[in-house]
């Protein structure tokens, strides 16, 4: 039989599969996942590479190093110290433990240990919230400020909002909004089901806390 004699071409959509319980192939319900049970595994912060302060402290220890080298050597080779260092060793000899210099110096020597460390230990990038990991494989951030823009958008979706402020923290999102008509608490447990609702939807791997104020329009 020929192409022309064919009959017509059915154009619907394909039939669906069934899942083998019976039910039609359709979106998962999606509810809240413990980030220490995700599939990914543990959703922890993203660490920052600090190469501004890596880089200076590599900068200073290579330059006191080599200079020091570098007149350790011309000592050995008959030339005098430099006045650097005879200046430094005079007062190190000289000077007491209680001296004004001496103190300032250990204390400034303290306050770069402790500030190294800390930035040793901690992770930093405040600013990006780790979101649920899905694959172990794959880690996925979200600004805070995007995820105050999101918020922001739902919260002006609310009726009587006339306008609103929204921070997105570490552990919480709060959200001052102005409302010009309703009550306003039906306005704030509108934007308390809305924000709650935009903030699980964010996919984050921890759930922020959220604080809503809402207040009249102030007068002129």
Known sequence: ??????????????PTLDKPDGGADGPAPSGPADPRTADG??????????????????LVLCGAAGLLLYDVAA?????????????????????HLDDPWVLGGAAAALLIGVWLIVLAVTPGLRGVLPMRRT??????????????????????????????????GRRRARARAVA?????????????????????????????????????????
């Open 75 to 95: 000592v050995r080779a008959g030339r005098p110290a430099m006045a650097w260092r005879r200046r430094l060793a005079h007062e190190l000899a000289t000077r």
């Open 41 to 58: 595994g543990r959703a922890g912060r993203f660490w920052s590479a600090r190469r501004v302060p890596a880089v200076l402290v590599s």
């Open 135 to 168: 694959a172990p494989d794959i880690r996925a951030g979200l600004d805070r400020t995007a995820a105050a823009l999101v918020l922001r958008d739902r919260a002006m979706e609310v009726s009587g909002v006339r306008s609103v402020r929204v921070s997105v």
């Open 1 to 14: 039989m020929s192409d022309d004699a064919a009959g017509p071409v059915d154009t619907g959509p394909p």
């Open 180 to 220: 010009h008509f309703r009550e306003l608490a039906e306005v704030r447990g509108d934007l308390d089901a809305v924000l709650g609702e935009g903030l699980r939807q964010l996919g984050l791997a921890h759930r922020l806390g959220l604080s809503v104020h809402v207040r009249r329009p102030t007068k002129r």
